[in-house]
Every structure is written in C-alpha cells, then in structure tokens.
C-alpha cells in the first residue's frame, strides 16, 4: 500500500526524532557503531512504525511480528527505537554501556524487552530468522519475520546456508532486508571482499531481490509490500544505504563505523540531522544523506 | 630481546595489540615465509600494521573466519607460516571445526593471536566476551596455548611461537594491560612459569590480565597482613608447568588460580589436573567467572565483579589463610 503523504512526514519526523536519539545515546555511552545505525534508521523506522505488528506494552503478544537485527553492533540505533516505542524506560538508556546496565554494545534479549535474539556474532539472523519463520507456519500463525543484515555481514557463510534453506522450504513469511551501505570496518565492502553482483547472487540462491533507496520511504514501502505479497519465492530487499547517513561529516565514510562525539561534534551531528530531515521533507532530491 | 625494534618506552605507550602488530612486522622481516590473515578486523587487532608492510603476504577475508583458518591450513600446508588474528571468541567458537580438524588434526604451523579476549571488550556483552577460550584450546591435540601477562610478554610469545612447531593459540586482550615486566629480558620460555614474587603460605597461579592484579595483591597481603605469598605467571597453559605446580602445592599447601575466564576449564583446571596428582593434601580455590555469562561494563569492574581483581583475589588468600584446616589432617610433612 502506497504511503500517503501524512505516513512519509510522519515517518520522517521519526526517524529524525531516532537519529538524534541515537546521537544521545552515542555520547551517553562514551561510543557506539554510529555509521551502521544511522544507515538503518529509516529501514527499523517504517518496520516499527507503519509495517510490523507490535504491541510495545504486551512485548510477548504471540501473534506479533518478529524483528531480528542481525548486525547486532548497531544496538546502540536499536535500543532507542524500542526505548521510544515503550518496551522499556528511555531513562535507561543514559545508562548504556555502563557496568551492570542490560544494556550494552550488542543487546541482549534476556535483558531488554523487545529484543528476540542476542545477535553480535555476525551471520547467525538469517537462521535464526528462518526457524521462527518456519515455526510460525507450521504452528498455522500469518505473522512474519524480518531479517536485517549487514552487507559486510554477507561474507559469512552461514548467511548462504540460511539463504539456500530459505528457498528451499518457501519461506515466503521471512522477510531479508540488507543494509546495503557498502562499507565494513577495514574499508569499503567491493575492496574488502567484494560483494557484486550482489543481487544475482541472492537470485541464484533462489530469492526473488528487490531494490530499494534505504532512505526513501516511499521505495521502502514499495518493497516491503512486494515481499509482503510473495507466494513462491522468499524476498530479499537490497536496500541501498549511505553508512552514516544525515551526518554529513561521517556519512560514507567507513572510519566511522564506530566512534565517538565530544560536544562539539555532537553539535555538529545534531545541526546536520536537522539540515538532512528539513530537506528530505522539502522533497529535495539527493539530499545532504 | 632480539629483533625488537622498539623500546621499553615506546612499549609503555602501545597496546598490547599494538606491540603485536610491531612484532609480526619485525619477524615478517625475518621470515618471508610468514603471512597474515584477518576477517574484517585488521584493524581492530593490529595485524593490520602487517598487512601495510607487506601488502602481497597480507589477506582480509571480509567477515569469514571459517574460511580464513582453512585457507591458513592450506597455506600452511604449502611451508608459509600464517599468523591469523580475529577476536578469540570467533577464533576459538566460530571457526573452531575448521582449528581443530584443518589445523590442529594436520598438526599444521598456524599461529593464531587472538584478541579482545576474557571480558576485555567488556562494553560489548557476551557475543564478544571470551571465558571459554582456554578450556576449548587447551583440549585440542597439539595446540600449544599462551596466555601473556603484557605486552612485552606478549612480543615474546608471538616471537617464540613462530620457533614452536605446530599451532600456537595466544590470547591477549583489547587495549592496553598493566605493565608486569619493566625489562624485556626476564627469560621467557613456553611452558615455564615465572615466578614474580616468592612466598611460602600460599601460592597463587595467574595469567594473563590477572597477573599484574594476583602481584599487586600479594604485595599488598605482605605489607598489611606479613603474608608471604607467591605468584607464579603461568603464561603457557598447554603444556603447562607441572613442576612450579608441584612445587607450589608442595610447598606451599595452600594455591589458589586466578583467570579471566570461566572457573570451568581454564587455568584453574589445569592446575587442578597436575595438583590432583601430588598426592599432597592442599587447600585449593579457582578464582574466575563462575560458570555464567557475564554483565556488561569496562574490563576494570568486570574483574572487581567477580572477584579476580587486587582486592578480590587477596580476600580470597585471607579466607584460605584463615581456614583451619590443617588440625583435621595430617599435615607433618608440610615443609
Ligand atoms: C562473526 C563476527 N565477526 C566479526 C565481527 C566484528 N565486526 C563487528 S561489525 C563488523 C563489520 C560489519 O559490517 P556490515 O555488516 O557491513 O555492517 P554495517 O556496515 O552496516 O555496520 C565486524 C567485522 C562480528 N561482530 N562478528
């Protein structure tokens, strides 16, 4: 279903809302992987915010939908979303990353309501995502499952293996997102370990791909109801991302999978956000990502 | 030590890992045979300073650990000598069907440093703490396990690994340790103790993070309580040093381990495994993470959490010392 024009302000105004956030919790935790979070920012916000069926106060509600942040690292852009959803306090998050805090770099889901799996070891989602997917059809339940992967992530093996049985036994209620910003920790993902032709690789595996602008909400609904209507083949959605995106000083810079702000920088970043959400609501095109 | 191209000063201002990736850089010159390998974090573990020395011997992965320690055991297989570095969780969990039968089984000169080790990266929760390492290493079949106290030490141990035959598992942390040795030369061998501080009430045996902490402790216990304790820097856990052990529980009669690493497995196991062996009585404690994951937080009060920093160990060696054992046993042969 197409967004309307109230849906995409409103999505952008939240998603603004989580970026700033996550540059508070950044600072308050002294540090965090602040290029993957902003990246997939606005891909967490149109699934916790228009597409998956939640209930923040009953966080065990059995029919709901599954969220499994594969590249666990980027806790520190997740934590606020739920945080602001109300599965926990927001207040605790000034507490992230500090002795004896749930929460840490990678969230853990016997500590913080809301989280289905303890992911940090990149690779395990997809099967992790593939078994709830499976259990939910054969327990006769029409919930479904997202995946969010890393594109540096994608290197794994075992994100293939998922991705063979993924096909093979129809997962058609999983849905694979990868975050798509072409960049790992030593550098850019095609000069690490090269990646294309991504795409046919998934297609080859059996998937049918989908390509979407990570930070357009309009292509990222298109997408995620393509999947939601898959009947044969399970869909994955190459959402094509900018590491650090709204902040212009680190975005596509892969130095800054993870670092820090000192109030200067913190300014700077918070400036940039605003500056990058005024002109995605102007419509501009290309904006300052 | 030889073929060390930096000082003890410039030591005290570099990361252990940072005195790692100086060390393969030097023996790289050396030994062309030798290559490096990481997965997505050259970076992080400091072979990376290897890889812009000698980009040709130099390969990342990407984020495939399983692949990279088999394609080290069939470079190994062909006379080059890989030093392969990720974090010890994914070292010795993610990959380790491929060290233990690619490269253990084959008995094959791979030396793995492994890094961000015990609870080290402590902020990052237990996707990335490491207390099982130890226990996993040491029961593979010709894997040699060093676990060093510092940097230096650990510039010693990458050194004397390159010399032993077959694979080296060393373990170091993320950051920068307590210095334990001011002076390079203090004779350091694989599988001999050091004894950094005599006593004859009790023993503790360290490694690794915690000997800077179990010295410390000691001294402490010395000037306050007029205790006289020893600590022995057991930095080679496989082969381990059954003599210092023996003579430790002979000794001594009283010996407490203390790792940054679970109590099941590790240092305290092995210890255990010569010291059950005397057939001396002793009083024994294991000091480490009991048998849980642990919270988060910075290494620092993750270590005073659960006991296995200054403090704690020396309340440890106070409890024991105040046990009064000894009048329901016979101890006349104590020494
Ligand atoms: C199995 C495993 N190996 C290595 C790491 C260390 N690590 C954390 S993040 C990261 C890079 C991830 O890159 P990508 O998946 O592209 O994430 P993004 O760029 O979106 O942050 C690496 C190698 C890990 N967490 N897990």
């Given at each position: 279903m197409a967004l309307t024009t109230e849906d995409k302000r409103r999505l952008e105004d939240k998603a603004h809302e989580l970026r700033t956030l996550c540059v508070d919790t950044i600072v308050w935790a002294g540090s965090?992987?602040?290029?993957?979070?902003?990246?997939?920012?606005?891909?967490?916000?149109?699934l916790y915010h228009k597409y998956m069926r939640i209930d923040p106060k009953n966080p065990a509600m059995p029919d709901r939908d599954r969220f499994i942040l594969s590249k666990g690292h980027v806790g520190v852009g997740y934590a606020p979303v739920l945080a602001d959803l109300g599965y926990f306090d927001k207040e605790l998050l000034k507490e992230y990353n500090h002795t004896g805090s749930p929460l840490g770099m990678h969230l853990d889901s016997r500590k913080v309501t809301g989280v289905e799996a303890s992911t940090g070891s990149l690779g395990h989602g997809l099967a992790i995502g593939l078994g709830m997917a499976l259990g939910a059809r054969l327990q006769g339940r029409d919930w479904k499952t997202y995946v969010l992967l890393g594109d540096g992530e994608c290197d794994e093996g075992e994100v293939w293996e998922s991705a063979m049985a993924a096909a093979h036994f129809k997962a058609t209620n999983l849905v694979t997102i990868v975050d798509r910003n072409k960049c790992m920790i030593d550098g850019p993902t095609e000069e690490v370990m090269a990646l294309e032709p991504f795409a046919d690789k998934w297609r080859a595996f059996g998937f049918e791909v989908v390509e979407a602008d990570g930070h357009d909400f309009d292509s990222l609904a298109a997408a995620l109801d393509t999947a939601a209507a898959a009947r044969e083949k399970p869909v994955v959605i190459i959402a094509n991302t900018i590491k650090g995106c709204g902040i212009d000083f680190i975005s596509g810079d892969y130095k800054w999978h993870y670092g820090g702000f000192d109030g200067e920088k913190t300014a700077k970043a918070k400036e940039s956000l605003a500056r990058f959400h005024a002109a995605r609501a102007s419509g501009e095109k290309g904006t300052a990502k | 030590m030889s073929g060390m191209t930096f000082t003890m000063l410039d030591a005290a201002k570099m990361s252990t890992a940072e005195i790692y990736g100086q060390t393969l850089c030097d023996l790289g010159d050396e030994h062309p045979e030798i290559v490096g390998l990481s997965a997505d974090l050259a970076k992080s573990t400091k072979i990376g300073v290897f890889g812009d020395k000698f980009p040709g011997r130099f390969f990342?992965?990407?984020i495939a650990e399983q692949n990279m320690f088999g394609?080290?055991?069939?470079?190994?297989?062909t006379g080059l000598v890989p030093y392969v570095s990720t974090f010890a969780i994914f070292t010795s969990m993610r990959a380790l069907d491929q060290v233990h039968t690619d490269i253990c089984y084959q008995n094959l000169d791979v030396k793995m440093i492994a890094t961000h080790?015990?609870?080290s990266f402590g902020q990052a929760g237990t996707t990335h703490h490491c207390t099982e390492d130890i226990a996993i290493m040491?029961?593979?079949?010709?894997?040699?396990v060093i676990v060093p106290a510092d940097g230096i030490e650990t510039a010693h141990a990458v050194r004397a690994a390159y010399d032993r035959k077959g694979p080296v598992y060393i373990r170091i942390n993320r950051g920068f340790d307590q210095v334990v040795y001011d002076k390079p030369d203090y004779g350091f061998q694989i599988g001999k103790a050091v004894t950094l501080h005599e006593g004859s009430d009790l023993t503790i045996i360290a490694c690794g993070a915690t000997v800077w902490r179990a010295l410390e402790a000691a001294k402490m216990l010395e000037k306050v309580d007029g205790l006289k304790v020893r600590v022995l820097n057991m930095h080679t856990i496989k082969p381990i040093d059954v003599e210092a052990v023996e003579r430790a529980v002979k000794e001594t009669r009283r010996v407490i381990t203390v790792e940054d690493h679970s109590t099941i497995g590790g240092l305290g196991s092995a210890v255990a495994e010569v010291a059950a062996s005397t057939g001396k009585a002793f009083s024994f404690k294991r000091l480490g993470v009991p048998d849980c994951f642990s919270i988060i937080g910075l290494h620092e009060d993750l270590l005073a959490h659960y006991g296995i920093d200054e403090n704690g160990i020396a309340a440890s060696v106070r409890e024991m010392m105040g046990k009064d054992f000894e009048a329901d046993d016979n101890w006349e042969d104590e020494v």
């Open positions: 965090g992987h602040v290029g993957g979070s902003m990246s997939a920012m606005d891909i967490m916000t149109i | 990342n992965v990407g394609m080290a055991a069939g470079m190994a297989k080790a015990g609870l040491r029961s593979m079949a010709n894997m040699t």
